[in-house]
């Protein structure tokens, strides 16, 4: 059978290099058939050898059936952005398969079972044939197993292609069914049948290999979600209330996990947690508030239709200064459709959030380091400025497979803000101050100092939690000059977010004319944009923003360049509009790049940006 | 000689303060509310009951009755969430500190209509806290429309006639698992004040749903919400005396008429049968009543079901002794050990 494909086949072209570590694999299967742990194989064991690597599942929103792809991004430059080009196609969904083999780039290896014919339909790539359905039957002995065990052999099959060390995919299968003996020993079968048929079988002709080098040695691999879980249980969050939402159910079920391990008093057994399924979103951020104002770190985890049910509730918090994260980990919305694609949709949205004069600080991470990261300083700052904070990933840093090193542990000490904890410390204040006042600005900060709940047994301590009416004393007041007082207030602890948030990243010698504005998962395609870019003779700056207000710098960056491209990973340029805003005279040196087809932001997108943008 | 007679000193509780203590604003509801008789239940319910007034939390949604939890109270924190969602809010605080008493105010509308959804929950989870609706049938700040527990036929004073058939939210609530359900009427002090203080002994949320007319739009001769149609309507289910932990236990009752039921802090409830073979504690019975009483269009009132020994929702989670409110940070965040091996895990 390999003769037929070889004829068939075009022989690599005379002089053409060998495609070394810097390519795109592409496994197309049916959502349910079990490819993940195949996949993860694959990516872990290339991890393993020691190249850069990241993995990322496109799937649709169904249990089984749907067609699914899983792309596999190797970067000896160490570059982990989606890949446009797709190097090693695995065809192994029959839905899927024409239109998949028509959209490789020219000279691509594609592996496909050999019942579907495909290699007729393309002259200009390379095809492998493999008897899949056949091969599964010899290696798999339990029938029950073969719709399963039939992924690990295309693990073997591009192992052989590719040159993955197959000691190191024997340690990944280890990995991925730690612990169950026989799992390991079905698969690892399934994956050296293949293995060896293909070497017997297949002639390399395409020009795709993987080289062992030392770029991951040290690292970890993680999602984001995973991520901002540890982060959040490393910053002590307490009460945890949650709605089931695909991108971030992921978030809240790591929690769990990390927590029910890690956040058992040693002393009691007792968990020091609590951690929440509730009916909806709208009880889930009303649990966080009534914990919050309690006095707990509480957190809830949702997706872009939850913010919206959370609207009310986050502008009850801005108004009446309750502390509490919201994590919006965005994706394609609302209702059916692209629930599962990622998108940067929420920007406006959440950051101007409820009605009334609202808004509120996000954090914006780029990386799962900082998803780890700003989810400490998320509940920090919750705390210290008394009012709702956003961590804003994306779907593709929330849930997708990223390298990084391993998180350090936390130097700061938790910052619980300005709560008066005991009667002596509420004397005192009333003997500096005059009166404690909830809602008094006695600091010049407009952050207002705060008591808990059952705390202090004193006539003044308590206070009453209202929404847009109060006074400094939080009584109950509809006067004109108390709400103007207040709004004024809180506009002032606004500005005194800015100098409190994770300011920007800025990179480049500060002195090419064009930069390039970008935050959260554009990073990865940005970064890599970048460098190709310099390649070509064009160097930019950069500014990577983590935060909203802007910090003062923003503007100064935005001056201090001729042309500025700001990256929005959605159709309207939310960051671009509230750049323009910021920015005054000088937005015209802004320019908008936006890329919304649900699949994540990739190098190419910008590069074509820009160019365009800088065509003479 | 003259002699100035001493200022009587103000009677005080077994915690040393005066009911004045546990007073909060003045109320500005209409006068005659039936709210404000409830606020005054629950006042001397605390103050009867020596609770240390700053460990009360209180909480409300929405509207007149939401208004009331500042007119009591005040030296405890006070939550006024958005419209139908107390219980989210109390839940959350119950698991931030689960030491505090916890008592929630809220109407037929904040709770019938748009907090059922919340509401279901809060009885299904079982989260310590007393739930006090204030039942009159219509939305009063938004001056007079129906809510859901409007009875069929009830007529609004502008004509319009109900169609639709009342929530009945004590039915609802034994069908959801609340271990502590009551019906009361805002005129009748004696029998409120008891199923009040039986409510703060009991451990798990406690339900009351009390008729407490709307003297502005729903306190005319064609609704079943008047305070005058309750009053010649009422029919109590038994008489209700209440036996605080504090107090002597006496047994000077007779088995065969009354009903003793121990509750979660050592009070006793004390039940003077006035329905034969009605037993609170029986789960068939209470819903037989409830629908009995649906079908003749009685008024009925007392403890309607009680569950003493049911686990709250703190209970079940098997929740730290310590609040984690106010957990000291070293027990929140884990030590470097911990991280290091999350890390190992994912190389």
Not at chain 1, 41 to 63: C, D, H, T, Y
Not at chain 1, 250 to 259: K, P, R, T, V
Not at chain 1, 276 to 294: K, T
Not at chain 2, 22 to 51: E, N, P
Request: with cysteine.
């Amino acid at each position: 059978m390999s003769t037929v494909l070889e004829e068939k086949a075009p022989a690599p072209q005379a002089g053409r290099p060998e495609v070394i570590n810097d390519f795109s694999i592409h496994v197309a299967t049916a959502n349910g058939s079990g490819s993940q742990s195949s996949n993860n194989i694959l990516m872990r064991s290339i991890f393993q050898m020691g190249i850069p690597v990241s993995g990322k599942n496109l799937f649709p929103s169904n249990i089984q059936g749907l067609p699914t792809w899983f792309t596999i991004r190797t970067s000896g430059e160490g570059f982990i952005a989606r890949r446009r080009d797709v190097g090693v196609l695995i065809c192994m969904n029959p839905e899927t398969a024409q239109e998949d083999v028509r959209t490789v780039h020219p000279g691509a290896a594609v592996i496909y079972e050999e019942s579907l014919k495909l290699d007729g339909t393309r002259g200009d790539v390379h095809f492998y044939p493999v008897p899949f359905s056949k091969l599964v039957l010899e290696l798999v002995q339990d029938g029950k197993l073969r719709r399963l065990a039939v992924n690990m052999i295309y693990v073997g099959v591009a192992a052989w292609l590719l040159g993955i060390d197959m000691e190191e995919i024997h340690k990944a299968v280890i990995k991925q069914f730690r612990g169950k003996e026989k799992a390991v020993e079905i698969n690892w079968a399934a994956i050296r049948g293949g293995y060896d048929w293909a070497a017997k079988n297949l002639t390399k002709a395409d020009p795709f290999r993987l080289e062992r080098m030392n770029a991951t040695e040290g690292k970890i691999i993680i999602d984001g979600n995973a991520a901002a879980a540890i982060g959040a249980m490393m910053a002590g969050v307490s009460v945890v209330a949650w709605y089931p939402i695909t991108p971030s159910s992921s978030l809240a079920e790591s929690l769990i996990d990390y927590c029910r391990v890690h956040r058992i008093d040693p002393e009691t057994g007792k968990p020091t947690f609590a951690i929440i399924q509730a009916e909806d979103e709208l009880a889930a951020a009303g649990m966080v508030l009534g914990a919050g104002w309690a006095g707990a770190r509480a957190m809830t985890t949702t997706s872009g239709p939850g913010i919206s049910l959370m609207s009310e509730f986050t502008g009850l918090g801005y108004y009446a200064e309750v502390p509490a994260v919201i994590v919006d980990v965005q994706r394609v919305g609302p209702s059916t459709g692209l629930p599962t694609r990622t998108m940067q949709g929420d920007i406006l949205s959440t950051y101007y959030l409820s009605h009334g004069d609202c808004r509120h600080v996000l954090l914006f991470p780029g990386s799962v380091t900082e998803c780890y990261l700003l989810a400490q300083d998320a509940f920090d700052l919750a705390e210290r400025l008394q009012t709702p904070v956003f961590l804003m990933t994306d779907l593709d840093l929330g849930m997708n497979n990223w390298m990084a090193d391993p998180f350090t542990y936390p130097e700061k000490p938790l910052d619980r803000g300005k709560v008066i904890r005991t009667e002596e410390q509420l004397k005192e204040h009333i003997a500096r101050f005059g009166e404690f006042g909830r809602y008094a600005d006695v600091d010049g900060d407009g952050i207002p100092w705060r008591t808990l709940p059952g705390e202090i047994d004193h006539p003044v301590a308590a206070y009453f939690t209202r929404g847009s009416g109060h006074t400094e004393r939080a009584t109950y007041s509809e006067r004109p000059d108390d709400y103007q007082r207040n709004m004024d207030r809180l506009a002032l602890k606004f500005e005194t977010a800015r100098r409190y948030v994770p300011g920007p990243v800025v990179e480049g010698d500060g002195r090419a004319p064009v930069a390039v504005i970008a935050y959260g998962s554009s990073d990865f395609a940005v970064q890599e944009a970048r460098h190709l870019l310099r390649r070509k003779g064009l160097p930019t700056d950069y500014l990577r923003l983590r935060a909203l207000p802007f910090t003062p710098d923003v503007a100064g960056f935005v001056a201090a360049h001729d042309r500025v491209y700001v990256v929005d990973q959605n159709r309207d340029g939310q960051m671009f509009d509230l750049l323009r805003l910021e920015v005054g005279a000088d937005a015209a040196r802004l320019r908008s790049i936006r890329h919304y087809d649900g699949f994540p932001l990739d190098a190419e997108t910008v590069i074509e940006g820009i160019e365009a943008g800088e065509k003479p | 000689m003259s002699s100035v007679a001493e200022p009587k000193a103000p009677a005080t509780n077994r915690a040393g303060l005066t009911i004045k203590e546990y007073g909060g604003l003045k109320s500005t509801l209409c006068v005659g509310c039936g709210h404000d008789v409830i606020t005054r239940q629950i006042t001397q319910a605390l103050y009867d009951m020596g609770v240390a007034p700053h460990r009360v939390a209180k909480f409300s949604g929405i509207g007149c009755s939401s208004k009331t939890t500042a007119y009591f109270a005040d030296r405890g924190h006070g939550f006024n969430a958005v419209h139908g969602r107390m219980p989210a809010v109390a839940t959350g605080a119950a698991l931030a500190n689960a030491s505090l008493l916890n008592l929630g105010v809220s109407g037929d509308g904040d709770t019938a209509s748009i907090g059922a959804g919340q509401f279901v929950h809060l009885l299904r989870r079982n989260v310590p806290m007393i739930y006090i609706v204030e039942n009159n049938g219509v939305y009063g700040l938004t001056k007079g429309q129906f809510s859901a527990t409007a009875d069929v036929g009830s007529k609004l004073k502008t004509g319009v006639v109900n169609d639709l058939p009342a929530i009945d939210l004590c039915a609802m609530a034994i069908q959801l698992g609340c271990g502590y359900v009551a019906r009361s009427f805002s005129g009748d002090m004696k029998q409120l004040l008891a199923l009040i203080k039986g409510a703060i002994a009991h451990r798990g949320t406690s339900m009351l749903d009390v008729i407490s007319p709307c003297v502005t739009f729903n306190n005319h001769e064609d609704s079943t919400k008047s305070y005058k149609w309750a009053k010649d309507h009422e029919i109590q289910i038994q008489e209700i005396g209440f036996v605080p932990y504090f107090d002597e236990i006496t047994v000077d009752y007779d088995p065969g008429t009354t009903q003793d039921v121990l509750l979660h802090d050592g009070s006793h409830i004390r039940l003077r049968k006035l329905r034969e073979d009605f037993d609170p504690t029986d789960k068939r019975k209470a819903f037989g009543l409830l629908q009995d009483a649906q079908e003749k269009g009685e008024f009925l009132t007392g403890l309607i079901y009680v569950e003493p020994t049911k686990k709250d929702f703190v209970s079940l989670l098997g929740m730290h002794e310590t609040a984690l409110a106010t957990m000291p940070d070293e027990k929140l965040r884990p030590g470097a050990e911990a991280l290091g091996k999350i890390m190992e895990s994912l190389k």
